[in-house]
């Protein structure tokens, strides 16, 4: 990873805690107007930046299962980029953290306050999210791009917030160009959601012409 990337990543970071501790806090009028001159200004300096290009690198597939880190081996970390669930430069996203187990993935993550559905609980649509990424990458992690066409969650127990939580996605079955993969998500040996996927795999050629 770049210098500018790892920059980038750790900036994104500092954004999503403030939005976490935004969301996690009472404020009176007077921190309130502060934060809204601080954020202002801050805003200002972003908007008066260079417009960003997203990218996206297909040569990527060749070496992503061998960068990818392995599970109980190597530290867990997010990726570079902007994904929503797993990558680390999304200033709204997950933040979680991806490995690989042979040919499984796992995602590690936190849902903090700005994921929150129910009282205490993370929000049902964050979750589905973490299951579509897990699964979906099991497929990246062979050198295949496919697209998410049907995706059932069963919720059976209430997932917590502020608590480690892990869910993996591995392959079932495939028929041509269709795949069918499973995945759960636990706290720690209960069983919170059961997901089971199909995607179609696609020819990178034709993703990357709609990029």
């Not at 934060?35 to 960003?52: K, M, N, P, T, Y």
């Not at 936190?110 to 929150?116: A, I, N």
């Not at 502020?162 to 995945?183: I, Q, Y």
């Amino acid at each position: 990873m770049d210098d500018i990337v790892l920059r980038r990543s750790e900036s994104a970071a500092l954004l999503r805690a403030l939005g976490h501790a935004f969301s996690s806090h009472e404020f009176d009028e007077d921190q309130l107007s502060d934060i809204d001159a601080r954020v202002r200004s801050l805003l200002l300096d972003l908007e008066h930046s260079g417009r960003r290009v997203r990218t996206f690198n297909g040569d990527t597939f060749e070496t992503f299962k061998t960068r990818m880190p392995q599970y109980g081996i190597d530290a867990p970390r997010a990726l570079p980029g902007d994904a929503f669930v797993t990558g680390g430069s999304n200033p709204h996203g997950v933040g979680a953290h991806l490995q690989r187990d042979g040919d499984d993935i796992v995602i590690e993550f936190t849902l903090l306050r700005s994921f929150e559905g129910a009282p205490e609980r993370g929000h049902g649509g964050v979750i589905a999210a973490v299951m579509d990424e897990a699964m979906g990458i099991a497929l990246t992690m062979q050198g295949e791009l496919a697209y998410t066409v049907q995706l059932d969650i069963s919720y059976r127990a209430p997932t917590p917030i502020e608590k480690p939580l892990t869910a993996r996605g591995w392959e079932h079955s495939r028929d041509g160009r269709k795949v069918t993969l499973k995945g759960e998500l636990r706290d720690g040996d209960t069983l919170l959601v059961e997901a089971t996927a199909l995607f179609v795999i696609i020819d990178p050629a034709t993703f990357l012409s709609r990029t």
